[in-house]
């Protein structure tokens, strides 16, 4: 489907010869001025890709040829879009922004309007329940994976608008490790602890809560009153014998796009306060409208889908680094990598056909100024071109800044992040091959006005709205992992060898495990 | 050089038909327990790699005609290496491993001797002032790049080893909200604040610490009783009438290897205590030997390096996950990536030779089991194989374990290691397409007992070692880093016309810089 587009065999012929930043007069003001999009408060600064109105025509074509906005559509009004034809599949809807569609102008399409009404009553349920229960001043929370790189992303990234008072914990890994550096910090008595799991029957996180649950019973504290369960309604875990209360999701979220759903949502109404949890829930539903009604030339979250796929499948760069100038962001780039590498790292499109191209790549990066101080120079000077998407801001987050030599701080940051950019496009010749730098490293910038509640739940949605559109452009399902069942099956096999060794009758025969366990 | 020894030659026709390990009878238990080393208590695990005898032979043939064991003897005896011939260049020494280098057997060439004596006299004085201040409770540590990402790997590796009310924060990041939420939570007078920057004249760090002082002021807290200076001996920064105290680094030890210098040693020695600091030295040195005295076939560091150049030069894979399973070393992959791709990030050889082969991959990677969760999703089933260097850990650090279903979380932890080595090399066949798993991942498993100060001494070395070793047979300098440069002249400009547009009378002509500005 993909490569049989018209607009794939145009893009094909146009990345013989892509623009040569380098070149004078190639990357002018005028181009800066002009290569850049605005909307919600965010502009997309593409004057550094290497484009021209040409490929983003061909571009804005490929959207078109695969009705791109139909399927973003289609997935907020809640079809089945989740599933492989003609084979065994999950068979789902894709229903994250109706977690968010709580305001006005909400979808009226049957199972997205039936999707919003549960999610509102679990937030009712929220609000109610912290406002009962504000004697708490930690709260810990138990999950892996979905339930834990954005929720901890975002924790992270407001830290500056927290209660006084109210602290964060998150223990994920079945490393033992994980959950005694934790339980060390917190008084068990003011702690509530939160455990994520849409099954019921996470393995890593059952581990960690029994872990908890006997500490907490060892200093005398009855789990019962502190324990929270975020669920599926239904699921082993939703008993209301174990737990002070539970909230719930359903299978139409997935566990990396769950992060405004009830797996985000009481972590951060907790040290946020609710109303400021909800400015969160409004910035990704101003962002989901966007997306699903934006023509492409004036779409983020498509437009960035679609330099991604030149860059990806045209110009043949395996990698992408997201960098936010903005120390906040820290853990974003670690929740990017796992909504991204997770829903596009697939290799067969949606009839089970192998991909005859690349799909999902390396997505990595961290925070600058400090990658500038690191692993910059392999971007500047390396064998391999690595494509970047940049994040700023004009304001900080805490007001005190201060002025030293004419700039303050946030100056200082904003002009490293555009110098970044234009070095990196236009590079710079030198008779000393070591002062040489090639340029044409594609790149272009996100930047918005500040990290707030609202702006970072517009961001949550402009990622996960990127990485669904590249899905439906690659026509591959970005919403199931399959890829993660072969380790849990052969995990299993050697823990029996474990527990076999210490509760004879229960033999497993792993002949390449056992080779293993000689080693311990 | 490299693409001109016989052995490149070789391993290329080899690379034709690597060995399949989806093959039956390809993995058998025999070849676990075969493609195996053992030294200083670590196990290299290899038989997941695409390798057979033949090319291992061919390998460890590389490693010979490029005289890698050579150049890491030089290197540890204070040879310039650090060149480029024929071009102005850094022309220096390259001796971090002076630094720990303080036991018996001590090296005995001049510079390298000189070094080690230098690094001794520090230690004495750091141990003298850590006796007399014993009264802190706080450390803060501003710096950036390799004055940050090792120490603060570091730190947190062994967080389970810290003294109770010993408490190191880090500031990095221009960005101001990064000084604002460290300082929200530090009480000045009981604080420690180390500056580190070799040339004194970090951009960055010198912003920062003005910050500080201003807060410290602020609060009545003389900074000249708190701030320490951690810099080259007569920099900007080496001034007695400002610090409480001076530790010195050399141009010798390159920022990205300067853990074991003063650069880690001050926080290290502050937080553990000064002997189980030492253990850190003198895990480090015994890999120092071990590198420059085990023949190729039984040299952790330089086995583990030709395994990276097949993958990369050979099987042709751009980038390399580092997974270690221990939630301890969380932020140790980003220390590795910087140390890896700021030095193997160049495109010309040391006689100034654009490179006809990619060197440098880039390096990412989170702790597992938690990726198993994320992105682990695209190394099964992406388009894209990529090589994993796993590590490992018999025992936890803390002493409490649970037991559930007969095995404890560590057992659980070590059989998902064990499993998803083994998943991602032999893979799953299918009628489902989407349960297909096409395996031929390659993997390798560094296994040790237990993360103790002294084992993440020779883990940091043995990395160290591994990037030298990959420089020494591609011929590159693997210590400068000409590519940060451009990006701070354009910086520059950009901050001029900050700063003009307040204090006119400097102006600067920059319309690139100017067209982004107007975003602001």
Not at 13 to 30: F, K, Q, V, Y
Not at 259 to 283: C, I, N, P, Q, R
Not at 452 to 472: I, M, W
Request: hydrophobic letters at 40%.
């Amino acid at each position: 489907m993909f490569t049989r587009t018209k607009a794939f065999e145009l893009l094909q012929a146009l990345s013989s010869h892509p623009i040569d930043l380098t070149h004078p007069g190639a990357l002018t003001p005028e181009r800066i001025g002009s290569y850049s999009i605005e909307a919600l408060g965010f502009h997309l600064l593409y004057g550094t890709e290497r484009v021209n109105k040409e490929v983003i025509e061909a571009l804005c074509q490929l959207a078109k040829e695969s009705h791109a906005l139909e399927k973003m559509r289609a997935m907020q009004a809640g079809e089945v879009l989740n599933r492989i034809e003609g084979y065994e599949s999950e068979n789902r809807s894709v229903l994250h922004t109706a977690m968010r569609d709580v305001f006005d102008e909400r979808q009226t399409a049957p199972a997205a309007k039936d999707a919003s009404d549960r999610a509102s009553r679990e937030l009712h349920k929220l609000k109610k329940f912290l406002e009962e229960t504000d004697g708490y001043t930690d709260l810990i929370q138990i999950g892996i994976g979905g339930s834990d790189l954005g929720p901890r992303a975002l924790c992270i990234a407001l830290q500056a608008f927290h209660k006084p008072h109210k602290k964060i914990h998150f223990i994920s890994n079945v490393d033992p490790d994980d959950a005694n550096a934790v339980l060390k910090n917190v008084d068990p008595k003011k702690t509530l602890v939160v455990i994520v799991s849409k099954s019921g029957t996470t393995l890593e996180t059952l581990t960690n809560e029994e872990f908890v649950r006997e500490r907490f019973k060892a200093t005398g504290v009855d789990p019962k009153r502190h324990f929270i369960a975020v669920t599926g309604e239904k699921s082993p875990m939703d008993d209301p014998s174990r737990y002070l209360a539970s909230f719930y999701m359903w299978d139409f979220v997935g566990g990396r796009y769950s992060a405004t759903s009830m797996v985000g949502a009481v972590m951060l109404a907790f040290s946020l306060g609710y109303d400021a949890f909800e400015e969160v829930l409004k910035g990704a539903h101003e962002m989901d409208v966007h997306a699903r009604e934006a023509e492409p030339h004036h779409n983020l979250p498509l437009l960035s889908a679609l330099f991604g796929i030149w860059n990806r499948n045209f110009l043949k760069l395996p990698t992408v680094a997201v960098i936010p100038y903005s120390q906040a962001l820290l853990r974003f780039p670690a929740h990017l990598q796992q909504l991204d590498m997770e829903s596009n790292g697939k290799r067969i499109d949606k009839e089970g056909h192998p991909c005859p191209f690349s799909t999902g790549p390396v997505i990595w990066g961290e925070p600058g100024t400090n990658g500038q101080h690191s692993f910059y120079q392999l971007i500047h000077q390396g064998t391999d071109p690595i494509p970047l998407e940049f994040i700023g801001f004009r304001k900080s987050q805490y007001p005190k800044d201060l002025e030293i030599q004419h700039t303050t701080s946030q100056e200082k940051l904003l002009s490293n992040l555009f110098a970044q950019s234009l070095a990196l496009a236009i590079g710079q010749k030198s008779e000393n091959p070591n002062k040489f730098f090639p340029g044409n490293r594609p790149n272009r910038i996100l930047l918005a006005d500040q990290l707030t509640p609202k702006t970072l739940g517009a961001l949550l949605a402009f990622y996960e709205h990127k990485v669904a559109f590249q899905g439906f452009i690659w026509n591959i399902n970005s919403f199931d992992q399959e890829g993660v069942q072969l380790g849990k099956v052969l995990a299993g096999k050697i823990l029996g060898l474990f527990s076999a060794s210490k509760a004879p009758g229960k033999p497993t025969s792993f002949p390449l495990g056992e080779a293993y366990l000689k080693y311990l």
